[in-house]
């Protein structure tokens, strides 16, 4: 049974897919956080992707990485992000080099296209848009990635993630939902397909007028198996009730309207 280290594992959305992984896979959680109530299959280890120690002992042994872990945030700043978002990105892949694990699924964001508006939107011929400071990290931990895939061979899957939530709050989620158990088959995709080189897919279950098309996903075999229609939250919010300042329009909502929290202050 392949093992893999899944970072940020403590988060939202690695305790909502652990109980489809490990099924599959011997897991490795490795989170700032304690990870509770591991069963025989799952190993807990507490520690900071920042610190080169903890991070070269969580990759001893393991044959992929799952990289989970972010801070994330409508007021997140650059400087808030440098050292969970940059920085231990940078440090998880040189460290997956330096160890000879091959196999690498990063956990991107719908927000890298948050900018563009919803209305006549296409992943497919529209450049990235990041939104905010969350959404700019995701694209470079992208473009990291893809540095890692091409000069050194790690054959690497990057998952746009839609919107995870146990339920779906909104219109905006309605169209780019994803179920815990149509991401852990992604995922597993990424960690276990044999023709994954740099190939980027979107986590999105099954959505009335999807805002992403995912062809890659659906060649490399991921047929979503849930549908976000069924997953509607007891207080969904319709378009028509959505506030327009809380970014209805867009493809990262809130996140596109929000002042960006500057490096200059407010004074300068
Ligand atoms: N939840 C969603 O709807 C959603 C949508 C799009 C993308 N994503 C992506 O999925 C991933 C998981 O999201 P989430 O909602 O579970 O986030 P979360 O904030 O719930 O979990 C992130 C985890 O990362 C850990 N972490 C942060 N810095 C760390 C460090 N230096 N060392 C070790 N651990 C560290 C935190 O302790 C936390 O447990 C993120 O990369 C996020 O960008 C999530």
Not at 15 to 36: G, K, M, N, S, Y
Request: charged share 25%.
């Amino acid at each position: 049974m392949d093992k893999v280290l899944i970072t940020g594992a403590a988060g939202r959305v690695g305790r909502a897919i652990r109980p489809f992984l490990r099924e599959r896979f011997a897991l490795r959680h490795f989170d700032l956080l304690a990870v509770p109530d591991p069963d025989p299959r799952e190993e807990v280890v507490v520690g900071d992707l920042n610190a080169p120690h903890d991070l070269r002992a969580a990759l001893d042994g393991v044959d992929a990485v799952l990289h989970l872990a972010c801070v994330h945030g409508l007021a997140l700043s650059f400087e808030d992000s440098l050292d969970a978002n940059y920085r231990a990105t940078l440090a998880l892949l040189e460290a997956t080099r330096e160890a000879g694990v091959n196999r690498f699924v990063y956990a991107s964001s719908h927000h890298v296209f948050g900018a563009h508006r919803r209305e006549g939107f296409d992943a497919a011929t529209l450049p990235l848009a990041p939104d905010a400071h969350y959404g700019l990290g995701k694209a470079f931990g992208e473009l990291a990635c893809s540095m890692y895939a091409h000069r050194f061979g790690l054959r690497t899957l990057i998952v746009r993630i839609g919107n995870a939530d146990p339920t779906v709050a909104d219109d905006r989620a309605l169209r780019l939902w994803v179920s815990a158990r149509d991401l852990a088959e992604l995922f597993a995709i990424g960690v276990a397909h044999p023709a994954i080189g740099y190939d980027v897919v979107y986590g999105v279950s099954t959505c009335p007028s999807p805002l992403f098309d995912d062809p890659v996903a659906r060649r490399l075999g991921f047929q979503p198996r849930d549908r976000a229609e069924d997953h509607l939250d007891a207080g969904f919010v319709p378009y028509e009730a959505m506030p327009p300042r809380l970014g209805r329009d867009y493809v990262g909502g809130a996140y596109a309207l929000t002042r960006l929290p500057t490096q200059l202050g407010d004074d300068a």
